[in-house]
């Protein structure tokens, strides 16, 4: 084994080119190492992540902190709002938004008073986030008695920084917001939808109810007055308005309701 050996390394050497010899470095082979490196490269090209795994990977939360609170940015510390954030737990920790709402979640905090005064700020701390989280929320304070061009701004600038824009009216209704969407991490979508019950009655008062001026008490007598669905939705004007509390207006309605077309037909010039 060790004769045949030495005779492969001897016609290595008589085969290599004069100058060529192989360099070492520390005693190692180098001439090994340009291959070495593209085959390193080649499999970091094979594991590059897709745009939703890196951002995932960056919106990821260190594991001291509690999956259970809302992470806040040490700049919001002194933030009235941290006040009202009493329903869900909250701790200081090392983000980049204002506020961390999830391992998907998060909320830039901004009032129309501090963005008229530096205008510059909102992008800049947007620039920061990139794009990190799927859901960005941008919780607007309104804290001045005009503001509705200030508005229109952040709207625009929240649509192109895609970002959902959530305004407030106080420092009580923002921490309301932040806990829902805390509060509202897991759950199911269904679970926001409004419960209504599964009886007949009950959801013949809920689509009476959907037409202007006509509350539940009109459409409990009209249920009680008819009896039946198809019956109220057969009935004249002058029948609808005959029953208690109803009047001409309401029937008017009800009745435009029933036999009005759902589009309405374009006028030609």
């Not at 070492?24 to 001439?31: C, L, M, P, Y």
């Not at 085959?39 to 094979?46: E, F, N």
């Amino acid at each position: 084994f060790l004769d045949s050996k030495s005779d492969m390394e001897n016609k290595a050497h008589s085969d290599a080119v004069p100058g060529d010899a192989p360099t070492t470095e520390g005693g190692k082979r180098t001439d090994l190492l340009p291959g070495f490196l593209d085959s390193k490269s080649d499999k970091a090209r094979d594991t590059v992540t897709s745009p939703a795994d890196s951002r995932a990977q960056s919106a990821s939360l260190p594991s001291s902190v509690s999956q259970y609170a809302i992470i806040v940015n040490p700049v919001q510390k002194q933030n009235p709002l941290m006040r009202h954030i009493r329903n869900v737990p909250w701790q200081l920790g090392d983000v980049v938004p204002d506020f961390v709402l999830g391992r998907t979640t998060c909320a830039m905090f901004l009032s129309v008073k501090y963005h008229s005064l530096h205008p510059n700020y909102i992008h800049e701390r947007l620039k920061q986030l990139g794009k990190q989280y799927e859901l960005r929320v941008l919780l607007v304070l309104v804290d001045v008695s005009e503001s509705q061009g200030v508005l229109q701004e952040l709207a625009i600038i929240g649509l192109l920084a895609d970002c959902t824009l959530m305004v407030s009216w106080s420092y009580e209704e923002a921490g309301r917001y932040l806990e829902t969407y805390k509060a509202y991490e897991n759950k199911p979508p269904d679970s926001l939808m409004e419960r209504v019950d599964s009886d007949f009655s009950s959801r013949a008062v809920e689509c009476l109810t959907t037409v202007k001026r006509v509350c539940k008490t009109d459409a409990a007598t009209l249920m009680n007055t008819f009896k039946r669905m198809d019956s109220i939705v057969a009935a004249s004007r002058q029948d609808l308005a005959l029953c208690p509390g109803l009047g001409p207006q309401k029937a008017q309605r009800l009745h435009d309701a029933f036999h009005e077309p759902f589009r309405k037909k374009e006028r030609k010039d």
